[in-house]
Structures are given as structure tokens and as C-alpha cells.
């Protein structure tokens, strides 16, 4: 048999046991396989379906939060001729946080990385690099760049990319708002900030408005999903829920009143070489604050410079509010309120006032129950009334009638007064945080030395403006009830609270309680308060060129260590204009001013001088802006009287 019908018979035989046995083995080999396959598909797309899809996730997408606006600060024109339209006094501007995907910095390349990203930003070269050494997908490195900056970086980055060939995707921007502040320092003390963490979106409320108000200013941030596909640009994103802005409110404030106070603020206390100051005008019917300012100014948009500094730390504080201090002075037209007001009482139980406004009270004896030392007046008189007491500022007049009130009518009486009535030693409840409570001595209660708050003196101490504390505002809530006609109003910064949506709050502008005292005893006090800005008074440097006005000035000695400083002084004037159709309520406080005589002024420290001056300055300006007519042009309108009330003094007082 040849070898070529050998080979033909042999592939043509008939398949033998061991043959099938090993297709058997072969068909079983691949029947496993494609089961342990199946087993390992259905593991990993059903049993750990969801561990998968949150790696793959990982992979290929990250979620970020979607920045929402804090609410905006609007202010108002007061001027009539100018548009009504809302001013915004700070505004939410697009940032961009910078990060870096560290798994796409390839480690040779790292070192490169952090030096040359760290002599673009002040950053440390070590932080850069613990920051590329952490296993995550997204490290942030700087915060808040402009888009200039952010351009800046894109063009490095782009130039670092052709050198080492890493991945154009290890660097992304995150967009943000910051806040940003148009007009500078102005208001700084009442907005605030909202300060954010350098490596976080976190942040918080430094004070202010900002704090106050924060739960309705944040609103909530949305969510959104960045894209890591190769075939996706790094800033492609998908919405997954939307941002909600917070709430816009709307102030009382005008930007251009506050801009005036401002600036004669600066320039009084530089010219009283003074620690600081602070100034409010509200307008007496409803409370309505229209300027609020504190030097040294504080600007909002540098708080890290005043937070991180001890010596600025304390100009972010609002003096006005935060604050109290001793009123001296111009407490007295209070003490003469509560005397009139005691009139009243009296008058209804079919007794005898307690004294007449007109009437020639002997201001020579200053000896007062309790008092070691005796209570003097800057200038010695014999007989007063109360026009005189108030032109001249007695602290014996004012003591005098106090002393009848407490005789007639009690201790007690006297302090209801002060506390509800006039609501000293409470807050005035203006929307702004850390507001000082004050201080009004407690009948029967001791301070910590074991002392009594009220003893014998009290009442006389209280009455020229010792012994109590205040902030501006609560005294400026009971010097306006003189000039609105009795009524006590409630001090606010808010108009109204709104979004796009509509409004969500509106404050009413009601007045608060009518104080039990007739319209001919208010217009009384309201006269006598005329003559201190006139000749022989003591705040002639308070007289607005122009407009009729009226006030009161103070001047009170400052603890130190316990112990009254003659050196050191709390210099204040408050008052009103113009003195029909009054406009507004304004009181000047000046921290220290320096002890000096300045000539042609005489000495500095006192509220009838430097405080009293600022006064004027603002009250000429402010007053044409809000569209209001000189009513005393050629400043004669008080001119007869001034002479006839200077006739009576020397009558009374001449020896």
C-alpha cells in the first residue's frame, strides 16, 4: 500500500472514544468560562451595580455646588429731583476658584508644577506640594481669581502643557461670587462682609447687616455635575438643581446723605484730634434712619487688613450702636420733659405743678442731699427759667426741678419714667447685632461691690446726664419724641425685604406711644432748644447758615479705672432742623477729643465746640440736597428774642 492511500485512510477513519472524549472536554472548558463570565457580569451589573457606577462616576464626573447670590443692599434718593430708583450699595461679582485634578500631574512633573503655579500666586511651595500628594480628584489651590487672573493662569498652563505633555484637564475653574463694595469704606460699620474660607465656599457673617440678616440674604445653592470625558471639556456641565438667590433689602440710608455725614465726620474729629466719633440723623416721624457713620471708617471689602490688624480691629465696630456712653448734657432736655411731665400728673390729681417753664428759679445753693461735693455750673447764675437753663446748660436747674419731682412724686415715679417711658436701659431694636443695652441704675439693686445702683444722689446725677449710659440711637429715639409731637418712634434701617418673586416684608412706619404731655409744654422745650445756637448759648457753632435749628450740647468726663478724667472727655450735640416741618434728628459724638483752646474757638473738648460744629456743616448740606427752602436766609429770624431773653438774664443775674 502506498504511503498516499495510507494518509487518505487515516484521515477518513471513523472518530474513536478518546476523540469525543476530548470534545467533551473542550465544549465544557468554554461552557465555564462563558458561565464564570456570565456570573462576573451579573456580579458587577447587578449585585455591585451601584459600587461601579459610583467609581465610574468618580471617573468621569464630579459634582460641584452651583453659586447662589447673597441678597443685595439697595439705598434710596431722598433728593426730590433725582430718580426714585433703588441704589444698590454692593454687588455679587462672578469669581473663579482654581483647582487641580492631582492624578493627571504625573509625578515627575509635580516639583515644575508647585514652583512655577507658586510664582504666579502667593502661595507656599511645600502646601503645593501635600496638596498633590492627597488621592482626590480635585484639589483648590487659590480662591476667587478675576477673569484677568484666571486668563493669566490659561496661558501658563497652556505653555506648561506643550513642555511636559500632561493632560489639559489638570487644571479647572470653579465660577463664584464675591462680594465687591462700589463705594469704598462708606457704611463699612453697618453692612459688614461676608468673609470666606481661603480653601472652602464656606463662609460667614463678620457683623452688621451682613449678620443680622443672614439667614434671608444666603439663599441656597444649587448642585451641577462637570464632565471628565475625554471628548468633554472640563467646564461642560449638567444643572441637577438650580440655585435660589437669597433676598434683597432695601435701606433706609441714602448713599449721598451718608457720604456727606461721612466726610464731616473725618473732618471734625481730625480737627479735634479726637479717638474717634460717630454720627446719626433719622427723621424724627418715623424713625427712618437716612445716615449712620463711625470713624475711623472700616472698609468691608479689606476685612482680613482690619481683622488680622489689633490697632484696626476696632474700627469695624459701629461706635453709635455698639457702644455706650454717659449723655451728660444732653440729657437735660429729657429732665425738663419729665418735670413738664410731672406737671401733668400732678395737675390730674388736682395738685400743684411742680414748676412753670417761665418761672425764676434760684440756681445760687448746689448743695443736693447725699452729694459730698456740690453741683456747679461752667458759668455761676442766681436765677434761671427754663429757657435761660437750657440756653446756658445748668446742671443745678435741672438738678432743682428733679429734686421737686422726687419730692412730689417719688423716686420711683421718676425712674418709671426714664425706664418706660423714655426706654433707657433697653435697646432701641435697630437691626443690628451687639447692640449695647446701656444702663439705668435699679432701685434696691447692688452692683458687684456691694454697693447700692440708686442712693440719694442718683436722682440729681441723672438728671444732668451722670449715672446712666446709652448709645446714640436710644438717646436720639427720646430726643425725637420732642420734635414729632410726644410720640416715641421706633429706629429702623429697613424699607422693605423682596426678591424677584414679590415682597416678603414691608416696615410700617406707624408711630409708637403718645408720651402724656400737652403740645403747648413740647413747643415750649422745642423754643427753649432755639436759643442754644444763638448768642449766649453754648453751641453757637451749631447754627445751620440759612435754617432755623435747635439742640442741645454735651460734654461729660470719661471713667478711667474707675475714676472721672478731667483730661479726657465724651464731646456730643444733638438736634433738629429745620424748626418748623423738622426734617431730621441728628446727634454728634466725638471720642476725646484733645484737651487744647483753639484760638477764636476756645477749647476744643467741648460738644458746643467740635461736635456741635460738625453738626452744622452736615445740616448745610444735607438740607438743600432734600430739596428743603432756607426759612431764616439771612440767620435774623430769632434775633428780637435772643436780645429780650439776654435782657432777662442780666435783669435776673446782674449784681
Not at 504666579?120 to 502646601?127: R, T, V
Not at 464632565?227 to 461642560?236: A, F, H, N, Y
Not at 456730643?572 to 483753639?598: C, H, K, L
Request: glycine fraction near 8%.
Amino acid at each position: 500500500m502506498s504511503r498516499k492511500e495510507l494518509e487518505q485512510r487515516t484521515d477518513n477513519r471513523p472518530l474513536g472514544y478518546k476523540d469525543f472524549q476530548r470534545l467533551n472536554i473542550l465544549a465544557f472548558s468554554v461552557f465555564l468560562l462563558f458561565s464564570s463570565l456570565t456570573l462576573a457580569f451579573y456580579k458587577v451589573q447587578i449585585l455591585e451595580f451601584d459600587k461601579w457606577s459610583k467609581i465610574a462616576k468618580t471617573q468621569h464626573k464630579m459634582v460641584v455646588e452651583e453659586p447662589c447670590k447673597r441678597g443685595i443692599f439697595y439705598g434710596r434718593s431722598l433728593c426730590p429731583s433725582n430718580p426714585k430708583s433703588p441704589i444698590p450699595l454692593v454687588h455679587d461679582l462672578y469669581r473663579y476658584h482654581l483647582h487641580v485634578d492631582p492624578y493627571l500631574i504625573p509625578q515627575e512633573h509635580r516639583s515644575k508644577f508647585c514652583r512655577e503655579i507658586s510664582a504666579l500666586f502667593p502661595l507656599d511651595y511645600k502646601e503645593l506640594k501635600g496638596e498633590l500628594e492627597k488621592k482626590s480628584r480635585s484639589r483648590r489651590l487659590f480662591s476667587f481669581l478675576t477673569r484677568p487672573e484666571k486668563e493669566a493662569v490659561e496661558r501658563w498652563y497652556r505653555g506648561f502643557i506643550s513642555l511636559t505633555k500632561v493632560s489639559k484637564k489638570g487644571i479647572f475653574f470653579i465660577k463664584d461670587y464675591k462680594r465687591h463694595y462700589p463705594y469704598g469704606t462708606s457704611l463699612g460699620q453697618v453692612l459688614h462682609t461676608y468673609r470666606y474660607d481661603s480653601k472652602r465656599s464656606m463662609g460667614y457673617p463678620t457683623g452688621g447687616l451682613e449678620l443680622f440678616f443672614d439667614p434671608v440674604l444666603r439663599g441656597e445653592k444649587g448642585k451641577k455635575i462637570l464632565l471628565r470625558s475625554q471628548r468633554q471639556k472640563i467646564d461642560q456641565d449638567e444643572l441637577v438643581e438650580a440655585a435660589k438667590d437669597g433676598y434683597n433689602i432695601h435701606l433706609t440710608i441714602d448713599p449721598v446723605v451718608q457720604a456727606i455725614v461721612e466726610t464731616e465726620l473725618e473732618k471734625g474729629v481730625l480737627t479735634a484730634k479726637a479717638k474717634g466719633g460717630s454720627v446719626v440723623v433719622m427723621d424724627p416721624h418715623n424713625g427712618e434712619i437716612l445716615a449712620l457713620a463711625s470713624y475711623p471708617f472700616f472698609h468691608p471689602g479689606k476685612v482680613e487688613e482690619y481683622f488680622n490688624d489689633p490697632e484696626k480691629l476696632d474700627a469695624t465696630r459701629l461706635r453709635a450702636v455698639n457702644e455706650s456712653f454717659e449723655p451728660g448734657s444732653i440729657m437735660k432736655p429729657i429732665s425738663t420733659m419729665v418735670a413738664l411731665l410731672a406737671n401733668q400728673e400732678l395737675i390730674d390729681k388736682s395738685s400743684p405743678p411742680v414748676f412753670s417753664p417761665l418761672e425764676m428759679i434760684d440756681v445760687t445753693n448746689t448743695s443736693f442731699p447725699g452729694r459730698l461735693k456740690p453741683i456747679k455750673d461752667v458759668r455761676s447764675h442766681r436765677f434761671l427759667n427754663m429757657r435761660l437753663a437750657l440756653q446756658k446748660s445748668s446742671n443745678v436747674y435741672v438738678a432743682r426741678l428733679i429734686e421737686r419731682v422726687i419730692h412730689s412724686l417719688g423716686e420711683k415715679w421718676y425712674r418709671k419714667q426714664l425706664s418706660e417711658l423714655f426706654l433707657f436701659g433697653k435697646k432701641s431694636g435697630i437691626e443690628l447685632p451687639s447692640e449695647h443695652t446701656g444702663m439705668l441704675p435699679e432701685i434696691g439693686k447692688k452692683y458687684q461691690s456691694g454697693l447700692l445702683e440708686w442712693s440719694v444722689p442718683t436722682p440729681f446725677s441723672l438728671a444732668m446726664g451722670y449715672n446712666l449710659q446709652c448709645n446714640q440711637v436710644q438717646i436720639l429715639r427720646a430726643f425725637a419724641s420732642i420734635v414729632n409731637g410726644g410720640y416715641l418712634v421706633k429706629p429702623t434701617l429697613i424699607q422693605k425685604i423682596a426678591n424677584e418673586s414679590g415682597l416678603i416684608f414691608s416696615q410700617e412706619t406707624k408711630k409708637g406711644a403718645k408720651l402724656p404731655i400737652n403740645a403747648f409744654d413740647l413747643e415750649e422745650i422745642k423754643k427753649s432748644l432755639q436759643f442754644t445756637t444763638q448768642k449766649g448759648g453754648t453751641a453757637i457753632s451749631g447754627n445751620i447758615k440759612g435754617y432755623t435749628e435747635g439742640g442741645k450740647s454735651g460734654t461729660t468726663e470719661k471713667l478711667v479705672n474707675g475714676v472721672y478724667c478731667s483730661t479726657k472727655h465724651y464731646a456730643s450735640f444733638i438736634g433738629f432742623a429745620p424748626y418748623n416741618q423738622t426734617r431730621f434728628v441728628m446727634i454728634v459724638g466725638i471720642d476725646e477729643p484733645q484737651y487744647q483752646i483753639i484760638p477764636g474757638l476756645g477749647l476744643n473738648y467741648f460738644g458746643g465746640k467740635c461736635s456741635a460744629r460738625v453738626f452744622s456743616k452736615i445740616g448745610e448740606k444735607i438740607l438743600p440736597y432734600l430739596g428743603v427752602i432756607p426759612d431764616d436766609p439771612i440767620n435774623e429770624s430769632l434775633k428780637d428774642e435772643v436780645v429780650r431773653l439776654a435782657e432777662l438774664y442780666d435783669a435776673w443775674n446782674s449784681r
